[in-house]
């Protein structure tokens, strides 16, 4: 037992040795102590009350997780797996100041001892509270054994859920992300954001620090993560299932779903059932969004928040992935050229958590989504233009481009096989002749109805919007 400690040891003098010749001597921080106590800036406009029928802009929250580089490989090549991500996550901060869109980057604990480790903390002091950006944590169940907690870089992977280990996850993981923070000038309670965590226990209110507990960190998380594939932020528990729980207007927690799913490649992601996540699929989900947002204002459904998020990993941004950076500055700049800042404002989780408290405040004591079925495990999202999205979702259809005529604007689409569509949502001079653009019979899918193969000379398009499809291709949704 005493030669295996003394290894240790000397693995662990070694490591350290390896890390002070790669980034040379550790330097004091010259800590700016103006930014110590600052509040997190809110992405709403002061003068938005939530008290009328026009919506707020759609928040586009961009989360980058920052997974684990310590559990897997040689000491060597979690280095150059660390040096290779840090390089993509300083890429998109440069993206971000080009395209002015804001970051919420949530890391896991392997990622921070690296940072720490080689004094790269300046990197986040723009992800501090006040800043641009903001930085929180996303939990992978990765901890160290009492044996490893004096060697550099060791970690052990607990299968999810890892209940067991679940408090240790989040000591450990805490104890390094939240240096951080206390590097930066900072306090580490100002660590408030958990977007996910793969350790799981009975109590997560107490691993989130708030019911009693003995947790060995003072990190109180009130903003978490909610349920993929919908718009609007909400209270929840997170002692239950994300899939299954309700809406809990009691709870500390504010909820903040992402809309959509992890850009950069078409597969499964989460427990969810994430599938398409390239950009015309991310397109095309954020004009389903809007289209959404339309009729509310058009309508005169009573303001709320609303949310579109979407997420990335470093890995798919190294330096050989120059397709999924290109896509990713096509998305930005597809955004900013195609949609008004009343429109679209690019915000961090806690900006939409602010936003929602504000909405809370004029309207209290009353859920953000309505309970449509109470046997019905969830929240469930009341999309009033839901005949249209479950179309354009059940056939896969993707976006390929956007045109205008006049105030109407044409959102085309299509799937893998040549099934075309088209979505025209009016503007306030409807003269659009749909002949143009289809030759035959076109099933119309609108708010309220479904009429099977119609002459598309015969369509008028009026005050509502129309989802036009090639007809005997479509699969039509009777109900939700």
Same mark, same amino acid.
């Given at each position: 037992?005493?030669?295996?400690?003394?290894?240790?040891?000397?693995?662990? $003098? =070694?490591?350290?040795?390896?890390?002070?010749?790669?980034?040379? @001597?550790?330097?004091?921080?010259? $800590?700016?102590?103006?930014?110590?106590?600052?509040?997190?800036?809110?992405?709403? #406009?002061?003068? +938005? !009350? +939530?008290?009328?029928?026009?919506?707020?802009?759609?928040?586009?929250?961009?989360?980058?997780?920052?997974?684990?580089?310590?559990?897997?490989?040689?000491?060597?090549?979690?280095?150059?797996?660390?040096? %290779?991500?840090?390089?993509?996550?300083?890429?998109?901060?440069?993206?971000?100041? %080009?395209?002015?869109?804001?970051?919420?980057?949530?890391?896991?604990?392997?990622?921070?001892?690296?940072?720490?480790?080689?004094?790269?903390?300046?990197?986040?002091?723009?992800?501090?509270?006040?800043?641009?950006?903001?930085?929180?944590?996303?939990?992978?169940?990765?901890?160290?054994? #009492?044996?490893?907690?004096?060697?550099?870089?060791?970690?052990?992977? *607990?299968?999810?859920?890892?209940?067991?280990? *679940?408090?240790?996850?989040?000591?450990?993981?805490?104890?390094?992300?939240?240096?951080?923070?206390?590097?930066?000038?900072? !306090?580490?309670?100002?660590?408030?954001?958990?977007?996910?965590?793969?350790?799981?226990?009975?109590?997560?209110?107490?691993?989130?620090?708030?019911?009693?507990?003995?947790?060995?960190?003072?990190?109180?998380?009130?903003?978490?993560?909610? #349920?993929?594939?919908?718009?609007?932020?909400?209270?929840?528990?997170?002692?239950?299932?994300?899939?299954?729980?309700?809406?809990?207007?009691?709870?500390?927690? &504010? *909820?903040?779903?992402?809309?959509?799913?992890?850009?950069?490649?078409?597969?499964?992601?989460?427990?969810?059932?994430?599938?398409?996540?390239?950009?015309?699929? $991310?397109?095309?989900?954020?004009?389903?969004?809007?289209?959404?947002?339309?009729?509310?204002?058009?309508?005169?459904?009573?303001?709320?928040?609303?949310?579109?998020?979407?997420?990335?990993?470093?890995?798919?941004?190294?330096?050989?992935?120059?397709?999924?950076?290109?896509?990713?500055?096509?998305? +930005?700049?597809?955004?900013?050229?195609? +949609?008004?800042?009343?429109?679209?404002?690019?915000?961090? =989780?806690?900006?939409?958590?602010?936003?929602?408290? #504000?909405?809370?405040?004029?309207?209290?004591?009353?859920?953000?989504?309505?309970? &449509?079925?109470?046997?019905?495990?969830? @929240?469930?999202?009341?999309?009033?233009?839901?005949?249209?999205?479950?179309?354009?979702?059940?056939?896969?259809?993707?976006?390929?481009?956007?045109?205008?005529?006049?105030?109407?604007?044409?959102?085309?689409?299509?799937?893998?096989?040549?099934?075309?569509?088209?979505? &025209? $949502?009016?503007?306030?001079?409807?003269?659009?002749?749909?002949?143009?653009?289809?030759?035959?019979?076109?099933?119309?899918?609108?708010?309220?109805?479904?009429?099977?193969?119609?002459?598309?000379?015969?369509?008028?398009?009026?005050?509502?919007?129309?989802?036009?499809?090639?007809?005997?291709?479509?699969?039509?949704?009777?109900?939700?």
């Amino acid at each position: 037992m005493f030669f295996k400690e003394k290894i240790r040891n000397i693995i662990a $003098i =070694l490591c350290l040795t390896l890390l002070t010749t790669s980034c040379g @001597v550790k330097k004091k921080f010259d $800590i700016d102590t103006t930014l110590n106590n600052r509040s997190i800036k809110n992405d709403l #406009k002061e003068d +938005f !009350s +939530f008290t009328g029928t026009v919506q707020p802009a759609i928040d586009i929250i961009f989360n980058v997780h920052l997974d684990p580089v310590g559990t897997e490989g040689s000491l060597y090549e979690r280095i150059d797996k660390y040096k %290779q991500h840090r390089a993509a996550l300083q890429w998109l901060t440069q993206l971000a100041e %080009q395209e002015k869109f804001k970051i919420t980057a949530s890391m896991t604990g392997s990622y921070a001892e690296f940072v720490v480790s080689r004094n790269h903390e300046k990197d986040f002091r723009r992800f501090m509270p006040g800043e641009k950006h903001i930085l929180g944590t996303h939990l992978h169940a990765e901890y160290k054994k #009492k044996e490893d907690r004096v060697v550099p870089f060791h970690w052990t992977y *607990a299968p999810p859920p890892a209940a067991e280990n *679940a408090q240790q996850v989040f000591t450990d993981c805490l104890s390094y992300i939240n240096k951080i923070f206390l590097n930066l000038g900072y !306090s580490e309670t100002d660590n408030h954001l958990l977007h996910g965590t793969q350790a799981h226990a009975k109590n997560m209110r107490a691993l989130y620090g708030a019911s009693r507990n003995k947790n060995a960190y003072p990190n109180r998380f009130d903003i978490i993560e909610g #349920k993929r594939g919908y718009y609007h932020p909400y209270r929840s528990n997170p002692n239950t299932n994300l899939m299954t729980a309700k809406e809990e207007l009691h709870q500390p927690f &504010i *909820a903040i779903p992402s809309a959509s799913y992890i850009f950069g490649y078409n597969g499964p992601h989460g427990p969810e059932g994430m599938t398409y996540g390239t950009l015309p699929y $991310i397109q095309r989900d954020f004009i389903l969004e809007y289209l959404e947002w339309r009729y509310a204002n058009k309508h005169n459904v009573k303001a709320k928040p609303w949310v579109f998020g979407f997420g990335i990993h470093p890995h798919q941004l190294l330096e050989d992935s120059l397709d999924t950076r290109r896509s990713l500055e096509l998305f +930005f700049k597809w955004i900013n050229s195609n +949609f008004a800042t009343n429109t679209v404002n690019y915000a961090t =989780l806690p900006g939409s958590s602010d936003k929602y408290i #504000k909405w809370e405040r004029v309207n209290a004591g009353t859920n953000m989504y309505r309970d &449509i079925n109470p046997e019905q495990d969830g @929240v469930q999202a009341d999309i009033k233009t839901w005949r249209i999205h479950n179309a354009v979702k059940n056939n896969n259809l993707h976006y390929t481009a956007t045109r205008k005529i006049k105030s109407t604007e044409i959102y085309e689409l299509a799937d893998k096989n040549g099934l075309k569509a088209m979505l &025209i $949502i009016p503007g306030k001079q409807n003269d659009v002749k749909m002949g143009l653009f289809f030759q035959n019979k076109v099933d119309c899918i609108t708010v309220s109805t479904t009429e099977i193969g119609i002459d598309p000379k015969n369509i008028v398009i009026t005050e509502e919007p129309v989802l036009l499809v090639t007809h005997h291709q479509t699969e039509i949704p009777d109900t939700k």
